[in-house]
């Protein structure tokens, strides 16, 4: 029997659900400890009882730990030494980190112009008051074309600072130096707090009796075991498990605009014929311009439990939220309140909602018809501030490659999007959405697990992509970072595809998952020519296993 557990934890509550063949057979719901999300996940699994821990197949995560710790700036600090060459002006870019330059050139195939000089190694300066590096990232400009030079200074460092944790660029495997190196500075930033939950969480759930493996939910709506993910990929992984929630609620070959409205942020995604959208550029997270897979989604602060103030013009929708809705014990009018008091939800205290409405409202109009006036206000200003951004993500999706080849294969389809709503605040702000947005709106079947029930039906994302330089010699795999000597001929053809099948199996071994329907892309040849002659190729070829989910659910 195929038994599945999802946890998502949210900014304001951590969800979890239990499936049984694909269907939902018990959901729980706590408050988020953001101090301490390990105890949270416990607590949302003692609430959600499981009856036999030992038929669980797998738990799947979905955490804002690594977001939140970059967002909130509580990185270490990192040391970035940086291999630039000549050809371009660091200056003209907005770096957000500090950095350091050091000699050494490769050209864009991997040719050696200027080698690297140890001498200025010896004159580096670091962040820590000990003199003593503790956290170093070193990125080339095209080494992952070859990475002799980062190696190379990696050695040095790790024979001058025995105990100094280093990460090299070339392991991001792509080009866009800039983006290389923040990913590669990010990761080593939150690697040792993300590796303290992973070990706390896994003692936690053995003295559950829980033995079933662990994934976690990456940005591209795949995910990996927990010892196997690079901590930056797990970044919005709540917008992921959005999307896929949706998947497991709409028919195969729907297209859908995604809506879910937390007590925090509010995650927009978009499905196209039953395939989430990939962004074809890299999660931006706060300041950082990253290399990571994601989905094309985007998180708006604006949810159930977003501060209402009073102001001049009357009140103002603020970005943050001050703890639970005044009607469910907290401090501050919300949204939730407003909901509450017209009916459109039947949880909270109706006569506390009033109370908060009436405590915005000036003495002279403490009545309920301002009281309703008030609230319809405030339940129109939230859905306009979710349709401006639906409206202005439309335009960006409409904007990436995969969107405009869509748009082409189904031109019919263009237009005809439906909204998919979800979320603790989703039940009473539908009929609102739907007549802003102008498109059909349906509720999910679970709005209030619904990114649980996501992660619990994640499956695994893969993507390995060869580049091969035959008169080089030399080969890399763009997302591992893997390097290597070609042995082969100048000019192969089905000896590369073998080769690409050994690759992708030997990387799904690293990561612990199976294959299976992986989709290829055509490989491009692109020749060599000297003195009138082909001397060799340059080949790209891509196998990919495409985010989705293993069902549907059933009610």
């Given at each position: 029997m195929s038994c599945h557990v999802g946890i998502d934890v949210g900014g304001t509550y951590t969800d979890a659900v239990y499936l049984e063949q694909g269907q939902i057979q018990r959901t729980a719901k706590v408050p988020t400890q953001e101090e301490n999300l390990v105890e949270t996940i416990v607590n949302v699994l003692e609430t959600l009882n499981l009856p036999d821990v030992r038929q669980v197949n797998q738990i799947t995560v979905s955490t804002t730990l690594v977001t939140n710790a970059i967002l909130q700036k509580r990185l270490p600090p990192v040391n970035l030494l940086l291999f630039p060459g000549n050809g371009m002006s660091l200056n003209a870019l907005p770096w957000p980190v500090d950095y350091q330059v050091l000699s050494g050139e490769m050209d864009f195939r991997g040719r050696e112009v200027n080698p690297s000089n140890p001498s200025e190694w010896q004159r580096l300066s670091w962040k820590e008051r000990s003199g003593s590096p503790e956290l170093v990232a070193v990125v080339g400009k095209f080494s992952h074309r070859?990475?002799?030079?980062?190696?190379?200074?990696?050695?040095?460092?790790?024979?001058?600072?025995?105990?100094?944790?280093?990460a090299l660029g070339h392991e991001w495997g792509q080009a866009n130096f800039y983006r290389r190196s923040l990913t590669t500075h990010l990761n080593l930033g939150v690697t040792g707090c993300y590796q303290l939950f992973a070990q706390q969480l896994q003692t936690a759930l053995s003295g559950l009796k829980i033995q079933a493996p662990i994934a976690i939910l990456k940005a591209d709506g795949g995910i990996l075991p927990i010892g196997k993910l690079r901590p930056i990929e797990s970044i919005y992984s709540g917008p992921a498990a959005s999307v896929l929630a949706a998947l497991t609620q709409s028919e195969t070959s729907a297209s859908t605009i995604v809506v879910d409205i937390g007590g925090t942020t509010t995650d927009l995604g978009l499905i196209l014929s039953g395939t989430p959208l990939l962004s074809s550029?890299?999660?931006?997270?706060?300041?950082?311009?990253?290399?990571?897979?994601?989905?094309?989604?985007?998180?708006?602060?604006v949810g159930g439990d977003s501060v209402i103030e009073t102001c001049?013009?009357?009140?103002?929708?603020?970005?943050?939220r001050l703890g639970s809705a005044y009607c469910l014990g907290g401090k501050a009018l919300t949204p939730t309140d407003a909901m509450r008091y017209l009916g459109l939800i039947d949880y909270g205290n109706r006569q506390l909602a009033e109370e908060a409405l009436a405590s915005h409202c000036p003495p002279d109009l403490r009545a309920p018809q301002y009281y309703q006036q008030l609230a319809g206000d405030i339940i129109?200003?939230?859905?306009?501030?979710?349709?401006?951004?639906?409206?202005?993500?439309?335009?960006?999706?409409?904007?990436?490659?995969?969107?405009?080849?869509?748009?082409?294969l189904h031109p019919h389809e263009a237009q005809t999007f439906n909204t998919l709503l979800s979320g603790g605040g989703a039940q009473g702000l539908t009929k609102a959405l739907g007549k802003r947005l102008g498109t059909p709106v349906q509720l999910g079947v679970y709005p209030e697990v619904s990114n649980a029930l996501g992660a619990a039906m994640a499956r695994p994302t893969f993507d390995c992509t060869l580049h091969l330089d035959t008169y080089m010699k030399r080969y890399h795999v763009q997302e591992t970072g893997e390097q290597g000597k070609w042995m082969g001929s100048p000019r192969p053809y089905r000896e590369v595809e073998d080769f690409l099948d050994q690759l992708v199996q030997k990387q799904a071994e690293q990561y612990g998952i199976q294959i299976h329907e992986i989709e290829k892309e055509p490989f491009d040849f692109f020749p060599i020519v000297q003195n009138y002659q082909?001397?060799?190729?340059?080949?790209?070829?891509?196998?990919?296993?495409?985010?989705?989910?293993?069902?549907r659910v059933v009610k």
């Amino acid at each position: 029997m195929s038994c599945h557990v999802g946890i998502d934890v949210g900014g304001t509550y951590t969800d979890a659900v239990y499936l049984e063949q694909g269907q939902i057979q018990r959901t729980a719901k706590v408050p988020t400890q953001e101090e301490n999300l390990v105890e949270t996940i416990v607590n949302v699994l003692e609430t959600l009882n499981l009856p036999d821990v030992r038929q669980v197949n797998q738990i799947t995560v979905s955490t804002t730990l690594v977001t939140n710790a970059i967002l909130q700036k509580r990185l270490p600090p990192v040391n970035l030494l940086l291999f630039p060459g000549n050809g371009m002006s660091l200056n003209a870019l907005p770096w957000p980190v500090d950095y350091q330059v050091l000699s050494g050139e490769m050209d864009f195939r991997g040719r050696e112009v200027n080698p690297s000089n140890p001498s200025e190694w010896q004159r580096l300066s670091w962040k820590e008051r000990s003199g003593s590096p503790e956290l170093v990232a070193v990125v080339g400009k095209f080494s992952h074309r070859n990475n002799s030079h980062e190696n190379r200074l990696a050695d040095y460092l790790r024979k001058s600072y025995p105990k100094c944790q280093i990460a090299l660029g070339h392991e991001w495997g792509q080009a866009n130096f800039y983006r290389r190196s923040l990913t590669t500075h990010l990761n080593l930033g939150v690697t040792g707090c993300y590796q303290l939950f992973a070990q706390q969480l896994q003692t936690a759930l053995s003295g559950l009796k829980i033995q079933a493996p662990i994934a976690i939910l990456k940005a591209d709506g795949g995910i990996l075991p927990i010892g196997k993910l690079r901590p930056i990929e797990s970044i919005y992984s709540g917008p992921a498990a959005s999307v896929l929630a949706a998947l497991t609620q709409s028919e195969t070959s729907a297209s859908t605009i995604v809506v879910d409205i937390g007590g925090t942020t509010t995650d927009l995604g978009l499905i196209l014929s039953g395939t989430p959208l990939l962004s074809s550029r890299g999660a931006q997270i706060g300041p950082y311009s990253t290399l990571v897979h994601s989905l094309a989604v985007r998180s708006i602060p604006v949810g159930g439990d977003s501060v209402i103030e009073t102001c001049e013009q009357g009140f103002e929708l603020k970005n943050y939220r001050l703890g639970s809705a005044y009607c469910l014990g907290g401090k501050a009018l919300t949204p939730t309140d407003a909901m509450r008091y017209l009916g459109l939800i039947d949880y909270g205290n109706r006569q506390l909602a009033e109370e908060a409405l009436a405590s915005h409202c000036p003495p002279d109009l403490r009545a309920p018809q301002y009281y309703q006036q008030l609230a319809g206000d405030i339940i129109e200003a939230v859905v306009n501030r979710i349709a401006e951004a639906v409206d202005s993500l439309k335009r960006e999706w409409q904007d990436e490659p995969a969107y405009k080849v869509w748009e082409v294969l189904h031109p019919h389809e263009a237009q005809t999007f439906n909204t998919l709503l979800s979320g603790g605040g989703a039940q009473g702000l539908t009929k609102a959405l739907g007549k802003r947005l102008g498109t059909p709106v349906q509720l999910g079947v679970y709005p209030e697990v619904s990114n649980a029930l996501g992660a619990a039906m994640a499956r695994p994302t893969f993507d390995c992509t060869l580049h091969l330089d035959t008169y080089m010699k030399r080969y890399h795999v763009q997302e591992t970072g893997e390097q290597g000597k070609w042995m082969g001929s100048p000019r192969p053809y089905r000896e590369v595809e073998d080769f690409l099948d050994q690759l992708v199996q030997k990387q799904a071994e690293q990561y612990g998952i199976q294959i299976h329907e992986i989709e290829k892309e055509p490989f491009d040849f692109f020749p060599i020519v000297q003195n009138y002659q082909t001397v060799g190729q340059i080949i790209r070829g891509a196998a990919h296993l495409r985010p989705g989910v293993i069902g549907r659910v059933v009610k």
